[in-house]
């Protein structure tokens, strides 16, 4: 299966990323977590995104989309993957499409996860990553620059959710609740491409 896990910050899309992938079979394929391996490593991918990334703005799409089409291009992501993160823009969704289209392929669906944003602020504020055994908190996840990457999100990947509806892959399912009652929505959701989740 191709899907798409389309969600503001903070909705939970890596956290459901993994555990549907690995229920699907594919690999989870998350884009700020390959920017932030560049960053750490220090490689020109990395250096090009990190003043992006910090400010909390959407690195540029002829980076982003030229990197995601390597990695849809390796061997695991053949038959199939659980994109968390792209497309972010209109651009980067017809690129995509497009990508796919040259390979004779097409996404089996665009799962949205939706939270009501006061709930955004507060997870996002809370949220902490383990890193070589310590909670730290992510840089992007500081209040002011989280306000500004809700505002990036609602204006420029909000409108993918009309542009996946159109095409009749869009599934909307309520992201607030256990983990596990969150997957099990996702998983009904993915037999039922093109209906929301009136949970
Ligand atoms: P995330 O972990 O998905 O919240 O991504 C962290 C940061 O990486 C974002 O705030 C952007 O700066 C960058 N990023 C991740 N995915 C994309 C994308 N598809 N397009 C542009 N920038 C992205």
Not at 102 to 127: A, P
Request: aromatic share 4%; with cysteine.
């Amino acid at each position: 299966m191709r899907v798409v896990l389309l969600g503001p910050p903070g909705a939970g899309k890596g956290t459901q990323a993994q555990v549907i992938a690995g229920r699907l079979g594919v690999p989870a394929i998350s884009t700020g977590d390959i920017f932030r391996a560049n960053v750490s490593g220090q490689t020109e991918l990395g250096k090009q995104a990190k003043s992006y990334m910090d400010a909390g703005d959407l690195v540029p799409d002829e980076i982003t989309v030229a990197m995601v089409k390597d990695r849809l291009a390796e061997t695991d992501a053949k038959g199939g993957f659980l994109l968390d993160g792209f497309p972010r823009t209109i651009a980067q969704g017809e690129q995509l499409r497009g990508s796919l289209q040259e390979l004779g392929h097409h996404l089996d669906c665009v799962l949205e996860l939706v939270v009501d944003e006061d709930e955004l602020v507060r997870r996002l504020s809370g949220r902490r990553m383990l890193v070589d055994g310590e909670w730290v908190q992510r840089d992007d996840d500081k209040p002011e620059t989280v306000r500004h990457r809700l505002e990036v999100y609602r204006e420029q990947t909000a409108p993918l959710s009309g542009f996946y509806a159109s095409e009749g892959l869009l599934a909307q399912i309520d992201a607030i609740g256990s983990i596990e009652e969150v997957t099990a929505r996702a998983m009904a959701a993915l037999e039922r491409p093109g209906q929301s989740d009136d949970s």
